[in-house]
């Protein structure tokens, strides 16, 4: 099966499996890890924080960040496609007690001025906003990059009006690989930031959180308090630096076979998408279901009849994301096969 659902579906690598066996390890929660620790002063200083904490997902990162910077009743700003808003199960009001407030931005992303205009009147009636959440890159915006200026200019106006800024990165680093600009720079205007290990880095579990050493103290408590503290973790983070080492600088490869499978399928009769769109490594694309007679769901069902797991997004879309275990052969493969359904 050529598994082209998402990038998480990677698996571990025999040298990634190896480097996991041979991890030394200790008490992840009395920091005596020194595996998680090494991660950890990895990752902050990849981030241009000072401190970071090894999470067993990104979920939980977001998670923890909301829970810490805000209050009960406060608002949490952020793009209404956004990961925090729709799939974490309720997680910020279940949690940290907290509205989310989403924006309408375009392609998962939002404007400094779509920011101002979303502020409501600082008034007692009013819920008022305590953290701003960008996603970097933004998932259902396509795998969409933020500018940097864009980046910087949102964080600015937060904390002008005394909010804290929050980066989702689970797929930081293929922004990165996109644009050449480095992690602490994108981070750099961002009170927290976390970055996923188990996407396209390929490692099977885990993210990391940075942020003041203050912040992370506090993060800790909320952690432990979720049930994310863990005793041998460097078992996993043995597999988180497996990934920095050697599964970050082959992204663009990914990036490089989500431009070949775009142009491929947008050239198929009853396929709409602009290649242009396609930044990294996540393919959106509609189909024409009236012309072709069948919709997303049906297209999906018989790409997996031809070995191609491609997911439905909703009746007319579909989402295909490249990543570790899909290679330029693979894509030119999904694209003969979804020529084959289409024709
Ligand atoms: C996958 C993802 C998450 C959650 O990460 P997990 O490690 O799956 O919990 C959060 N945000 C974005 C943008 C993601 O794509």
């Known amino acids: 099966m050529i598994d082209l659902a998402s990038d998480v579906k990677t698996r571990p690598t025999a040298a990634?499996?190896?480097?996991?066996?041979?991890?030394?390890?200790?008490?992840?929660?009395?920091?005596?890890d020194p595996t998680v620790n090494a991660l950890c002063e990895r990752v902050a200083a990849l981030l241009g924080?000072?401190?970071?904490?090894?999470?067993?997902?990104?979920?939980m990162c977001n998670q923890l960040a909301i829970a810490t910077w805000c209050?009960?009743?406060?608002?949490?700003?952020?793009?209404?496609?956004?990961?925090?808003?729709?799939?974490?199960?309720?997680?910020?009001?279940?949690?940290?007690?907290?509205?989310?407030?989403?924006?309408?931005?375009?392609?998962?992303?939002?404007?400094?001025?779509?920011?101002?205009?979303?502020?409501?009147?600082?008034?007692?009636?009013?819920?008022?906003?305590s953290l701003v959440c960008v996603e970097q890159t933004a998932n259902l915006g396509g795998g969409s990059v933020w500018s940097l200026d864009q980046l910087d200019a949102v964080a600015e106006l937060a904390h002008e009006r005394g909010l804290r800024t929050h980066m989702d990165g689970a797929r930081l680093l293929n922004a990165?690989?996109?644009?050449?600009?480095?992690?602490?720079?994108?981070?750099?205007?961002?009170?927290?930031?976390?970055?996923?290990?188990?996407?396209?880095?390929?490692?099977?579990?885990?993210?990391?959180l940075a942020g003041s050493r203050a912040f992370i103290e506090r993060a800790?408590?909320?952690?432990?308090?979720?049930?994310?503290?863990?005793?041998?973790?460097?078992?996993?983070?043995?597999?988180?630096?497996?990934?920095?080492?050697?599964?970050?600088?082959?992204?663009?490869?990914?990036?490089?076979?989500?431009?070949?499978?775009?142009?491929?399928?947008a050239a198929l009769p009853g396929v709409m998408l602009d290649p242009a769109t396609v930044e990294t490594?996540?393919?959106?694309?509609?189909?024409?279901?009236?012309?072709?007679?069948?919709?997303?769901?049906?297209?999906?069902?018989?790409?997996?009849?031809?070995g191609v797991r491609i997911g439905p997004f909703d009746e007319r879309t579909l989402r295909a994301v490249t990543h570790l275990d899909v290679s330029a052969a693979d894509v030119d493969i999904a694209v003969d096969a979804a020529a084959r359904i289409l024709a």
């Open 220 to 265: 800790w408590v909320i952690k432990q308090r979720l049930g994310g503290a863990m005793r041998q973790a460097g078992i996993v983070a043995a597999g988180a630096l497996y990934a920095l080492d050697h599964h970050v600088e082959r992204l663009a490869e990914d990036h490089a076979n989500a431009k070949r499978l775009a142009h491929g399928l």
């Open 49 to 59: 924080k000072e401190a970071a904490l090894f999470a067993p997902s990104g979920a």
């Open 176 to 208: 990165c690989a996109a644009t050449g600009i480095s992690a602490r720079d994108y981070a750099a205007q961002f009170d927290s930031v976390w970055i996923d290990f188990s996407k396209g880095l390929g490692a099977p579990i885990g993210a990391c």
């Open 71 to 129: 209050r009960p009743g406060d608002e949490v700003l952020c793009e209404r496609t956004a990961h925090i808003a729709v799939y974490e199960a309720g997680g910020p009001a279940a949690n940290a007690g907290v509205m989310m407030h989403a924006i309408h931005g375009e392609r998962g992303q939002f404007t400094a001025d779509q920011l101002r205009a979303s502020f409501r009147a600082q008034w007692r009636h009013c819920p008022q906003p």
């Open 281 to 306: 490594n996540i393919v959106f694309f509609r189909l024409d279901c009236a012309r072709l007679g069948f919709d997303a769901h049906e297209f999906s069902r018989r790409l997996a009849a031809h």
């Open 16 to 32: 990634m499996r190896q480097a996991m066996a041979m991890a030394e390890v200790g008490d992840e929660q009395a920091f005596e």
